[in-house]
T-cell receptor, first 115, second 114 residues
Framework: NAGVTQTPKFQVLKTGQSMTLQCAQD?????MSWYRQDPGMGLRLIHY???????DQGEVPNGYNVSRSTTEDFPLRLLSAAPSQTSVYFC??????????????FGPGTRLTVL | AQSVTQLGSHVSVSEGALVLLRCNYS??????LFWYVQYPNQGLQLLLK??????LVKGINGFEAEFKKSETSFHLTKPSAHMSDAAEYFC????????????FGTGTRLLVSP
């Protein structure tokens, strides 16, 4: 199993550009999520999905869109990039919501810089 | 809503010394508690977790943590630090009520000197 994969690893954008961060998992996990990591702030939840076709907002959703057309893929779209979106983005997945304390598996991250 | 406080953004120890990373949580219902480790330029990896049962939890790489309900704490320890333990450590909490969103602390960077 490849686990959780993310592309690209690095990206530089100009203010106002749009782009999609890709995330895929091959573990047949129901739950997928996107976090951003900023210095001194830990990881904050952007959006999450509890299954194909079902998404919801997390703590910091503004400026981002998601969709979940398949179990495997959960792309994150930046609609109009802003310098405040400079961050490291992590995708994570876990098997189920119904069993307590399920481990979330994280991808290697995408480091995004918005100029 | 649940929250996590990690005391100390940086902790420095000598190789062979005790490692103690502090985590306090706030939760309105019995929590699930996690410690994750992040090595440089990598994603997060689960060290250990507490769900129910035994309050002393053992994880990978010789780490362990004890859930203390009365103190709302879940401190991470390792008896003897190794250079390879240098990383950032995150405590996280979730609640067994519907969607189990993970809430992370701000992280503690562990520095290990020879």
């Amino acid at each position: 199993n490849a686990g959780v994969t993310q592309t690209p690893k690095f990206q530089v954008l100009k203010t106002g550009q749009s782009m999609t961060l890709q995330c895929a998992q091959d573990m047949n996990h129901e739950y997928m999520s996107w976090y951003r990591q900023d210095p001194g702030m830990g990881l904050r939840l952007i959006h999450y999905s509890v299954g194909a076709g079902i998404t919801d907002q997390g703590e910091v959703p503004n400026g981002y869109n998601v969709s979940r057309s398949t179990t495997e893929d959960f792309p994150l779209r930046l609609l109009s990039a802003a310098p405040s979106q400079t961050s490291v983005y992590f995708c994570a997945s876990s098997y189920s919501l119904t069993s307590g304390g399920n481990e979330q598996f994280f991808g290697p991250g995408t480091r995004l810089t918005v100029l | 809503a649940q929250s996590v406080t990690q005391l100390g953004s940086h902790v420095s120890v000598s190789e062979g010394a005790l490692v103690l990373l502090r985590c306090n949580y706030s939760s309105s219902v019995p929590p699930y508690l996690f410690w994750y480790v992040q090595y440089p330029n990598q994603g997060l990896q689960l060290l250990l977790k507490y769900t129910t049962g035994a309050t002393l939890v053992k994880g990978i790489n010789g780490f362990e943590a004890e859930f203390k309900k009365s103190e709302t704490s879940f401190h991470l320890t390792k008896p003897s630090a190794h250079m390879s333990d240098a990383a950032e450590y995150f405590c996280a909490v979730s609640e067994d009520t519907g969607f189990q969103k993970l809430v992370f602390g701000t992280g503690t960077r562990l520095l290990v000197s020879p």
